[in-house]
């Protein structure tokens, strides 16, 4: 064998290659697997090509597993898929394709191993093991994938222009394979995703979030995105990122690029979580920056409100790149219209007051949001640096007094709108939500305790002040 394989992926090889034996079927482990193994990642996704219909070969396969798991036929495809354990398992039949201009879509016919290497994405995903009985475990690599492993290159085995267009989503995988192996894509291969990136619209949204999220949580995600903003491609699904690059000058005054900010914060993050959705409030962090911008005279440039304008423009942005309108999409919002409370804390005099409302306001979230803050602290002035991170650590400091004192983050205010309305007989409406905003605010506050006895009496006292009176 050569690649390094466990015991039971061994196993399973074997059972593959004597089904492929019985039904008279040349058999191959090709893509990713053989890529992966080669670089020592972990991969339990297999792909397998025959000479012939894979269809029939995925039953056969299915036939030796107890118990026996189903068979999933996708027949304009030609291929079909079996879970065995922890193991994905996909075969297909070795395909000579050719694409229709207008849409991915292929053409297919019946083809050689070679057709079916040569119509793969990339040279390193283009290797083949065969499981066949006279050279079973050899690598079959006519386009030295190998080598450009070696190399970490990132190179079409076709001219550029005819891999592309055939697919253009393998522009944004070429991007995500440079992102997440810290490869380098080939001038040839690069000038072919420059010229072919307009045909990405021919792409479904979900399928370029796939990858897009995939770049999102590789190692250093700034090498993908800057490829994607380098490529054009990034402006034609993500305008709004691309539209906080550069920076303008006014007086000899300028503002940083916000662009190349927004990626260094998604490294500093990514150092630091894996959580997809907080690398994304990163990336949203400053996105309402160019909505916001304005040159103050001898002031300079200014973006007030970026942080609740940005946290508007996140709904949008989600639906627009069809990323989930659910929980994870109001983490987001929130973190990016909070992102600025830590910091603004640091500079004026830190009331026990302010610590509460930002413990409330984070709420569960408080640690993920400390994170994005730290993140965003990417002055090249070191001195600054320092003064943010210490003002920082005394913020975090008092958080952790004032939490372990009150308790705020998981705190609900003692008072609900249900007993607000059954005490004064109200159904609900506007005076119901001022009156809740008023007791929690005087608990943050601190102007009565936090327990429920003072709580009701100052109920009592704000509605008299509205000529609300308690029923019976
Ligand atoms: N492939 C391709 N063009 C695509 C998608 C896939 O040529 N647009 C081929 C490649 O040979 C790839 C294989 O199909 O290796 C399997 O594809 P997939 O499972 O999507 O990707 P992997 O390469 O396995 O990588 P990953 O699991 O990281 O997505």
Redesign the pocket.
């Known amino acids: 064998m050569m690649i390094d394989c466990t015991a039971k992926e061994l196993e399973l090889l074997k059972i593959i290659g004597d089904c492929a034996q019985r039904l008279n079927l040349p058999c191959y482990l090709?893509?990713?697997f053989v890529?992966d193994k080669l670089l020592q990642r972990n991969?339990k996704?297999l792909?397998f090509v025959c000479v012939g219909d894979g269809i029939l070969l995925a039953q056969e396969v299915a036939r030796q597993f107890k118990p026996q798991p189903q068979v999933s036929i996708f027949k304009t495809f030609g291929t079909a898929n079996i879970k065995h354990g922890e193991f994905e398992i996909e075969f297909v039949g070795a395909r000579k394709e050719s694409y229709a201009a207008h849409s991915r879509k292929p053409e297919v016919e019946p083809g050689t191993l070679e057709d079916d290497q040569k119509r793969?994405?990339f040279t390193i995903?283009?290797l083949a093991i065969s499981l066949n009985k006279n050279d079973f475990g050899q690598l079959l690599d006519p386009f030295n994938g190998v080598e450009d492993l070696k190399l970490k290159i990132i190179r079409t085995p076709l001219e550029p222009g005819t891999t592309f267009s055939d697919?253009p989503?393998?522009m944004m995988?070429a991007i995500r394979f440079a992102s997440q192996l810290d490869f380098t894509i080939l001038p040839e291969t690069w000038l072919g995703i420059i010229e072919n990136a307009h045909r990405i619209h021919i792409i479904s949204k979900e399928r370029i979030a796939d990858e897009l999220n995939k770049i999102v949580l590789s190692k250093k995600p700034s090498v993908g995105f800057d490829l994607l903003y380098k490529s054009g491609l990034l402006k034609l699904f993500f305008p709004q990122m691309v539209a906080l690059a550069g920076a303008e000058y006014i007086d000899g005054k300028g503002h940083k690029d916000n662009f190349y900010h927004t990626l260094k914060v998604l490294d500093n993050i990514s150092e630091n979580t894996d959580d997809l959705w907080l690398r994304w409030a990163a990336i949203l962090h400053d996105i309402a920056k160019p909505a916001t911008k304005r040159f103050e005279e001898g002031h300079g440039w200014t973006f007030h409100g970026h942080e609740v304008v940005g946290g508007r423009m996140v709904p949008k942005i989600f639906a627009q790149l069809k990323l989930p309108a659910n929980e994870k999409m109001k983490f987001v919002r929130k973190m990016v219209e909070l992102h600025l409370r830590p910091i603004s804390l640091t500079k004026e005099n830190i009331t026990d007051s302010a610590i509460r409302r930002l413990l409330f306001d984070a709420g569960e979230d408080f640690d993920a949001l400390m994170t994005l803050c730290n993140a965003d602290i990417t002055s090249k002035n070191q001195q600054k640096v320092q003064r943010y991170l210490q003002n920082f650590e005394m913020v975090r400091q008092r958080c952790k007094e004032v939490e372990d004192n009150d308790h705020i983050r998981n705190w609900q205010p003692p008072i609900t709108g249900e007993l607000i309305m059954q005490t004064f007989n109200v159904p609900p409406s506007k005076i119901v939500g001022d009156l809740k905003t008023a007791i929690k605010d005087a608990i943050l506050d601190g102007d009565i305790e936090n327990s429920y006895e003072a709580a009701y009496q100052f109920m009592l006292q704000k509605a008299k002040e509205v000529n609300l009176v308690p029923v019976g």
């Open positions: 090709v893509g990713g890529r991969c996704d792909d793969r994405d995903n283009a697919d989503l393998r995988r």
